[in-house]
C-alpha cells in the first residue's frame, strides 16, 4: 500500500543578521524604523500574512536573538502563526542555513525572505507558496527591468568603465523575495554549494547549481529592496498610502 503524501506545511526564514551599512551608522538595518515600526517586524507580519505559513524563524545577528526575540514579543503579531528567533552566522548562506536546521520535521517547503522587503503584498507571497507546492523545486518573484543594462570591464572606483555588451532587456528579470523551495531541495543546495568569500547572496542560484529548475513568478513593485536612504523615503509613502487606503 502506497504512502499517504505528507501535508504540506509552509515555514519563511528571515535572515535578519546583517548591519545594513549601506543606510548608514546605527542600528541593523532590519532594526530601522519604518512607519515608526522596525523593518523587521514589517517583513515578519508579511509573511505572516499568508495563511499558508504556519512559522516564521528569523535569524538574528549572532549577539542579539535575545533583543530580536523582545521586539517580536513586543508587537503584535499574527496569533495563527508560531515564531522562532536563532542567532546567525558571519554570512548570509550561513545565516540562512542555520533557519532552515531550526524548522521542525513537519515543514515541507520554505520561504526566504530579505528583512530588507517589508512590503511585499500577500499576493505575492501566496503565488509564490503556490507555484512550490504545485511541484517547482525553485521559485523567484521578479519584475521586468525598466532600465537597459550594459555589461562592462570593471575599473577602479570612479574611473570609466568600457561596455562590452548589452543584454537583452526583454529576457532579464530584477528577483525579489520571498524565495519559494522545496524543503530537501533547498537542504541539498545548502549542503552541497560551497560557501565562499562572503557566501551567496540568492538561494535560487544556489539551486541552479545543483542543476535543479527554478521558475519565475510575478513580483510586485512593492516588494523592493530598502538598501538606501531614498529606499527608506519610498517605504515610508508607501506605508502611508496603504494606511490610508487600508485603514490599519
Given at each position: 500500500?502506497?504512502?499517504?503524501?505528507?501535508?504540506?506545511?509552509?515555514?519563511?526564514?528571515?535572515?535578519?543578521?546583517?548591519?545594513?551599512?549601506r543606510?548608514?551608522?546605527g542600528?541593523?538595518?532590519?532594526?530601522?524604523?519604518?512607519?515608526?515600526?522596525?523593518?523587521?517586524i514589517?517583513?515578519?507580519?508579511?509573511?505572516?500574512?499568508?495563511?499558508?505559513?504556519?512559522?516564521?524563524?528569523?535569524?538574528?545577528?549572532?549577539?542579539?536573538?535575545?533583543?530580536?526575540?523582545?521586539?517580536?514579543?513586543?508587537?503584535?503579531?499574527?496569533?495563527r502563526?508560531?515564531?522562532?528567533v536563532?542567532?546567525?552566522?558571519?554570512?548570509?548562506?550561513?545565516?540562512?542555513?542555520?533557519?532552515?536546521?531550526?524548522?521542525?520535521?513537519?515543514?515541507?517547503?520554505?520561504?526566504?525572505?530579505?528583512?530588507?522587503?517589508?512590503?511585499?503584498?500577500?499576493?505575492?507571497v501566496?503565488?509564490?507558496?503556490?507555484?512550490?507546492?504545485?511541484?517547482?523545486?525553485?521559485?523567484?518573484?521578479?519584475?521586468?527591468?525598466?532600465?537597459?543594462?550594459?555589461?562592462?570591464?570593471?575599473?577602479?572606483?570612479?574611473?570609466?568603465?568600457?561596455?562590452?555588451?548589452?543584454?537583452?532587456?526583454s529576457?532579464?528579470?530584477?528577483?525579489?523575495?520571498?524565495?519559494?523551495?522545496?524543503?530537501?531541495?533547498l537542504?541539498?543546495?545548502h549542503?552541497?554549494?560551497?560557501?565562499?568569500?562572503?557566501?551567496?547572496?540568492?538561494?535560487?542560484?544556489?539551486?541552479?547549481?545543483?542543476?535543479?529548475?527554478?521558475?519565475?513568478?510575478?513580483?510586485?513593485?512593492?516588494?523592493?529592496?530598502?538598501?538606501?536612504?531614498?529606499?527608506?523615503?519610498?517605504?515610508?509613502?508607501?506605508?502611508?498610502?496603504?494606511?490610508?487606503?487600508?485603514?490599519?
Amino acid at each position: 500500500m502506497s504512502e499517504e503524501p505528507r501535508p504540506h506545511r509552509t515555514a519563511a526564514v528571515i535572515p535578519a543578521a546583517g548591519r545594513g551599512v549601506r543606510l548608514g551608522p546605527g542600528a541593523p538595518k532590519a532594526l530601522r524604523a519604518l512607519g515608526g515600526t522596525p523593518m523587521l517586524i514589517h517583513a515578519v507580519r508579511a509573511m505572516a500574512a499568508s495563511r499558508a505559513v504556519s512559522l516564521v524563524v528569523v535569524v538574528a545577528p549572532p549577539d542579539g536573538a535575545s533583543e530580536v526575540k523582545n521586539l517580536l514579543d513586543a508587537h503584535a503579531l499574527p496569533e495563527r502563526t508560531d515564531y522562532l528567533v536563532v542567532p546567525g552566522g558571519e554570512t548570509r548562506q550561513e545565516s540562512v542555513r542555520l533557519g532552515i536546521d531550526a524548522l521542525p520535521e513537519a515543514i515541507t517547503s520554505v520561504l526566504v525572505h530579505d528583512a530588507a522587503r517589508p512590503l511585499v503584498p500577500v499576493e505575492t507571497v501566496d503565488a509564490v507558496v503556490e507555484a512550490v507546492r504545485d511541484g517547482a523545486p525553485a521559485v523567484v518573484p521578479a519584475l521586468p527591468l525598466a532600465d537597459t543594462v550594459k555589461q562592462v570591464e570593471p575599473r577602479e572606483k570612479g574611473e570609466p568603465e568600457p561596455v562590452v555588451a548589452t543584454p537583452e532587456r526583454s529576457l532579464l528579470r530584477a528577483v525579489q523575495t520571498p524565495q519559494g523551495f522545496d524543503r530537501a531541495t533547498l537542504e541539498r543546495a545548502h549542503r552541497t554549494v560551497p560557501r565562499v568569500g562572503e557566501g551567496a547572496t540568492d538561494c535560487a542560484g544556489m539551486v541552479e547549481r545543483l542543476g535543479a529548475p527554478v521558475v519565475v513568478v510575478p513580483g510586485h513593485e512593492e516588494a523592493f529592496k530598502v538598501t538606501r536612504p531614498l529606499d527608506l523615503v519610498l517605504a515610508e509613502a508607501v506605508l502611508a498610502r496603504r494606511r490610508l487606503t487600508d485603514g490599519f
